[in-house]
Each structure stands twice: as C-alpha cells, then as structure tokens.
C-alpha cells in the first residue's frame, strides 16, 4: 500500500506563537506531501511497496537516494509532528526524566547539549534524542537520515526528533536557528516522547 500524509493531530496556528502557521502549512502540505509522494514513486513495483516504513530504511541502500531521502523525510516527519503539541513544553517526567538526569546530569544539561546537536549541524539536519541498548544518546544526522539506517551517524530508535531544516523556520526566524531552537524546547509533547522511550525500553 502506498504511504500518506499523515494528518495532523492539531491545526495549523495551534503552536502559535513559537512555530508560526504559514511555516506549518507550507512544511506539512508541500515539504512532508513531497516526501511522501517522492517515497511512493521511488518504491513503486519493488519489493519495498510491502515493507512498513522502518524496515525500509533498516534496509535501504546509501546509494539510493530517492528512497534515502524520501523516505528519510517522510518517517521523519511524521515523529515531528506528533513530538509538538499546543500542550507542550515543560520538562519530562517519572523514568525519562530519572533517566535524562543520570545521563546528562540535569534536564538543563540534556537541553544545553540538544540544542548544540541542533546547532551544530551544518545545513540541514536532524538533532535526535535515541534509545539503544539501554542507554540515551544525542547526535545529528544530514539532510532526512535518521538513527535507524545503519550508516546514520547516530544509531539507535529515535524518540525525540528536531528539524533544522531552513524549511522548519525561516519564515519566522530567518537565519536565526537558535531562536528557533529555544521556541522549539515550548511545544515539545513530553507525553508522546515518554511513549516512544517506553516503547522501546
């Protein structure tokens, strides 16, 4: 079956004022729906077309980049999407948070040192928060690779994903990522994070 654009679980202005509305509609309906169609196109009438999303990028090819990038971008976005709320910001909770202090030493540490992956990325990227093997890890990838294809340069199941794309900002920030970053700390959904890390914990 072919892969959609995922709805979003709130409206377009509902991350106001910290990820504006013309930014939304222009990231989900043209970025995340080129993604996805790029993706169907690029696995159509390969054995992919009955793979779940992450068997293929376990699975795909560095050299491919139609299903690298594409797919890349589409699983990517739609975590995005549901780590931001309109309820969000704040901090983690119960196990996360016990687990975030003894790694980073402090919410404020793992925050200081999420940002920097952020920034830190030249062009675009991702920052991630993953879960392997029992520990939390912080890193970035290029462009839309992500921890769960094996030459990404973080490993691990992702559980909380940043975008810094231009895309993802520059209608309201310019060129200003930092800004950006520090808007983005509001709208993170702690709640759909804690689910992923138990998930897979």
Not at 123 to 138: D, H, V
Not at 173 to 188: A, L, P
């Amino acid at each position: 079956m072919a892969f959609e654009l995922p709805k979003l679980p709130y409206d377009y202005n509902a991350l106001e004022p910290y990820i504006d509305e013309a930014t939304m509609r222009v990231h989900h309906s043209g970025h995340h729906q080129g993604y996805t169609n790029g993706l169907n196109a690029a696995i159509a009438g390969t054995d992919m077309e009955n793979m779940t999303i992450e068997e293929i990028l376990a699975t795909v090819d560095p050299c491919n980049k139609a299903v690298r990038n594409n797919g890349g971008g589409y699983f990517n976005h739609v975590m995005y999407w549901k780590i931001m709320s309109p309820n969000g910001g704040g901090q983690p909770s119960d196990d996360l948070a016990k687990h975030i202090d003894d790694t980073f030493g402090s919410f404020d540490q793992f925050k200081e040192k999420f940002t920097k992956a952020g920034l830190g990325r030249f062009g675009s990227g991702w920052a991630w928060l993953t879960f392997e093997c029992g520990n939390l890890r912080i890193g970035s990838t290029a462009n839309q690779d992500n921890p769960l294809m094996q030459f990404a340069d973080i490993k691990g199941r992702p559980i909380l994903g940043m975008d810094v794309w231009e895309h993802a900002y520059y209608l309201k920030h310019q060129n200003k990522r930092g800004g950006y970053i520090n808007d983005f700390f509001n709208v993170i959904n702690w709640e759909e994070v804690d689910r992923l890390y138990h998930k897979v914990k």
